[in-house]
């Protein structure tokens, strides 16, 4: 099946600092998903990217895809108190695309 | 409505007892989804349902036995469970099955077995 590996599996920040998480895959994606899970709760959906070397932004939340489509950022901004938890990316599970694997993830922690 | 609830939130349970897990959905999705997710990993697939009818099962093993009784409704029936089975078990939904539709998830129920 397919894999999407992801890095780093945590990062402390102060707030105010930047963060990034990378996420790769050895295959072509046709799409990739990213959802934050916060502590003690679900994974909540926050964007698709699906054109080669698209770039997407949510206020201080910057998205990325490749040019070849292999790999993929999530950059945050001068981070929050809110931003804390963990990061996943997602793409698809099989070359059909019929469901959803997810990278490791990345938990992010944030001191003030 | 774009919730998916789940019942119950949590649960605990005896490895020789039966007890089900509920997912409900108004969204008039035709995809559901159930995920186990163990503590500080991602969420790991287990069934997908496409139009009421099992389409993926990730070899799960058969003390877990989904049911979509119908397009809102999955169940996860559970028997004879292990204390490894004791994860949070979380519900999904989207409009069909794709891997670029957005998938919706409940807020999960947290299972312990003793």
């Known amino acids: 099946g397919q894999q999407v590996m992801q890095i780093p599996q945590y990062q402390h920040v102060q707030e105010g600092e930047d963060f990034t998480t990378y996420c790769n895959s050895s295959t072509t994606l046709s799409n990739i998903q990213w959802y934050k899970q916060r502590p003690g709760g679900h994974p909540v959906f926050l964007i698709q990217?699906?054109?080669?070397?698209e770039v997407k932004k949510q206020k201080r939340l910057t998205f990325q895809f490749g040019e070849a489509k292999k790999n993929s950022s999530l950059h945050i901004t001068a981070t929050q108190t809110t931003d804390v938890g963990t990061y996943f990316c997602a793409g698809p599970w099989d070359q059909a695309g019929t469901a959803l694997i997810f990278g490791k993830g990345t938990t992010l922690s944030v001191s003030s | 409505d774009t919730e998916v609830t789940q019942t119950p939130k949590h649960l605990v349970m005896g490895m020789t007892n039966k007890k089900s897990l509920k997912c409900e959905q108004h969204?008039?999705?035709?995809?559901m989804y159930w995920y186990k997710q163990k503590a500080k990993k991602p969420p790991e697939l287990m069934f997908v349902?496409?139009?009421?009818?099992?389409?993926i099962n990730e070899s799960v093993p058969s003390r877990f036995s989904p049911e979509c009784p119908n397009s809102s409704l999955l169940n996860l029936h559970l028997h004879a469970l292990q204390p490894e089975d004791s994860a949070l078990y979380l519900c999904?939904?989207?409009?069909?099955?794709?891997?670029?539709?957005?998938?919706?998830f409940g807020p999960g129920t947290r299972l312990l077995v003793l």
């Open positions: 349902y496409s139009y009421e009818k099992l389409s």
């Open positions: 999904a939904s989207s409009p069909r099955i794709a891997s670029q539709e957005t998938q919706y």
């Open positions: 990217l699906v054109k080669s070397g």
């Open positions: 969204m008039g999705h035709r995809a």
